[in-house]
Nanobody
């Protein structure tokens, strides 16, 4: 079971940067692809980015491609999301999870959702 805790959110102005962290305490991190999702007020949770189990391949939603970078650090069981050139529409609670891709796209692969970390971008 993947147990995660997200951190690193905050309030920034348009064009700013943040780096989110996701620590997996369930010791299943190394066996899974990992991903980030976000949920804005009044909207459904949506996929943001994923990184393969090996760390060799990354995937991004069109809305963040070129601005966000996902990475992972195996010794520390941590995944990161570097967010640059932030926009007001990036405002959301960000969550991480072990992921799997199916016909619907990237899905949570059984992680208990953490509390997430709030990102607020103001103009």
């Amino acid at each position: 079971q993947v147990q995660v805790a997200e951190s690193g959110g905050g309030s920034v102005q348009v064009g700013g940067s943040l780096r989110l962290s996701c620590v997996d305490s369930g010791r299943a991190f190394i066996q899974r692809a990992m991903g980030w999702f976000r949920q804005a007020p009044g909207k459904e949770r949506e996929f943001v980015a994923a990184i393969s189990r090996s760390g060799d391949t990354t995937y991004y939603s069109d809305s963040v491609k070129g601005r966000f970078t996902i990475s992972r650090d195996y010794p520390h069981n941590t995944a990161y999301l570097q967010m640059n050139s932030l926009k007001p529409e990036d405002t959301a609670v960000y969550y991480c999870a072990a992921v799997v891709r199916d016909s619907r796209g990237w899905q949570n692969a059984g992680t208990n959702w953490g509390q997430g970390t709030q990102v607020t971008v103001s103009s």
